[in-house]
């Protein structure tokens, strides 16, 4: 399992093979409350880098997730329709979202490490 | 919202974050959207034992003189003269053209009127009265009290223990008494559909109240998010988001707030409108509204008729953590109103299907 990647919309990047699997932060998680629902993209869909392409639904409010990278969406987290509360739970592991197939894998590398992360994080404190 | 420095604090600012609120702008003040449980947690205790809320950001005010509920009506189609001592009614303050410009609360506490109303709304809503009394009728806000609301149906056994005197109340039963040795005033009331008390105390008293509170068995504090999940649930108007100066109190199907000889009398601000929309019918209704499936729609989500164009808009919506699904509600043309009516909610430009339906969602528990 490689490194974690971040973006400052609080999205994780983790390279899967020829695919990078998509989540939000524990400290996305957090600040979000309990999630009750998400809206996946469509499996084929081409997104650009930065491209609003899910929707998670905590209690309280809706909030966007972004594509890190450009690339085409070739899996969706199935298991969120039936548990949206996964994405509490494991934020980072059973509570991923999607799948990308990078168009550039060199996108993936110049995210944000997980210490520029935290320094990020806590900038916005 | 504004910054963090220009906000206001409540008597219990320090004990919220002790607890670990995590704390939001609201109304101006400083207040706790949640503590570390989670909304969906503060929510469910609310319902299965008792929560602990602040309100201290509420406006609460009393009226006093000869005449103070004859000069309140000037401002509100309620029958307040016909309000007995010690009970409490919920009513509207309306505009000349029909509008409403706020809810509240008033309780007749014998010797004077006790008023709650909205905190966004505080700052218009006293002056409003204010205009309308005559000489020796004065109003007198009361910043130096806090208001705290314990919900739940474990809230009528701490009553007996505690405060007897409170656990005799029936639901709007309004009562001067002490709990733990400090005096309050609490009426049976609140904004959960739950039984329980809203707690009327000195700010100097309020976090020794609220922490003696806290330290009963079952009581957990709970914060604004839980509160408006609780209320929509119950079915209960958020000022602002379902009912303004643009919607009249027949179109939010609070006709049952004009008190039966005012509606004979028509003396009230807005009487005109209120009058012809009770007679024909108003265009549009407030309405209960349950999507399908689990995904919320939010306020402002436009309302279509099922294949059809646009008939109306949402005005709070979310999820019911004890319904354990969607619900909203909103105002459509009276065409669409009827229970049952299947329309779509334009959530993110995409259909999501949805019935009108009854209201309260989730069935209240007042003491009666």
Redesign the interface.
């Known amino acids: 399992m490689s490194e974690l990647k971040f973006t400052k919309d609080h999205e994780w990047v983790r390279q899967d093979g020829d695919a990078a699997v998509i989540g939000i932060t524990d400290h996305a998680q957090n600040a979000l ?2 999630v ?2 998400v ?1 996946l993209p469509e499996v084929g869909r081409e997104v650009a880098a930065g491209e609003a392409c899910a ?1 998670v ?6 909030s966007d997730v972004y594509a890190p990278i450009a690339g085409r969406v070739v899996e969706v987290n199935a298991a969120l329709a039936e548990d ?1 509360a996964l994405i509490n739970q494991d934020p980072a592991g059973q509570g991923w979202f999607f799948k990308i197939e990078p168009k550039d894998p060199a996108e993936i590398a110049a995210l944000l490490d997980e210490a520029a992360y935290a320094r990020f994080v806590e900038s916005e404190a | 919202m504004a910054e963090p420095d220009t906000l206001l604090e409540t008597p219990l600012g320090g004990l919220h974050r002790a607890l670990g609120g995590r704390m939001v702008g609201f109304a101006g003040y400083a207040m706790p959207v949640q503590y570390p449980a989670g909304i969906m947690a503060e929510h469910l205790h609310c319902r299965s034992a008792a929560a602990l809320f602040d309100v201290s950001h509420m406006g609460q005010a009393e009226l006093r003189g000869e005449g103070a509920a004859a000069a309140l009506e000037r401002v509100t189609p309620a029958d307040i003269q016909g309000l007995k001592p010690g009970r409490q009614r919920y009513g509207l303050l309306t505009t000349e053209a029909g509008g409403i410009f706020d809810d509240f609360m008033v309780a007749n506490l014998g010797d004077r009127l006790f008023l709650v109303v909205n905190a966004s709304r505080k700052a218009q809503d006293f002056p409003l009265i204010e205009a309308a009394l005559p000489a020796g009728v004065t109003l007198r806000p009361l910043p130096e009290r806090a208001l705290l609301a314990l919900q739940g149906p474990a809230v009528a056994g701490l009553l007996d223990r505690l405060a007897p005197a409170l656990a005799a109340l029936s639901f709007m039963g309004v009562a001067e008494a002490e709990i733990g040795g400090i005096p309050v005033l609490a009426s049976r009331s609140g904004y959960t559909g739950e039984d329980g008390v809203e707690i009327s105390v000195a700010a100097d008293r309020a976090e020794a109240l609220a922490r003696l509170l806290l330290e009963q068995p079952g009581v957990q504090p709970a914060g604004l998010g839980a509160r408006d999940s609780l209320r929509l649930e119950a079915g209960l108007c958020l000022y602002g988001n379902d009912i303004d100066e643009t919607t009249s109190p027949v179109e939010a199907a609070l006709t049952w707030a004009i008190g039966k000889r005012r509606r004979m009398a028509w003396d009230f601000p807005g009487a005109a409108r209120v009058r012809q929309e009770l007679a024909d019918g108003p265009a549009r209704l407030r309405v209960g509204l349950r999507p399908e499936g689990r995904q919320p729609a939010r306020a402002h989500t436009p309302i279509h008729a099922a294949d059809g164009g646009p008939v109306g808009e949402v005005t709070s919506g979310g999820f019911g953590p004890s319904l354990n699904a969607p619900m909203a509600m909103g105002y459509v043309a009276r065409a669409q109103a009827e229970d049952g009516t299947p329309l779509d909610l334009m959530v993110r430009g995409k259909a999501l299907p949805a019935r009108i339906a009854p209201t309260p969602f989730v069935p209240h528990r007042y003491k009666r």
């Open positions: 409350g309990d009750v629902f809206e929707v639904e905590s209690v309280k409010a809706a949206p």
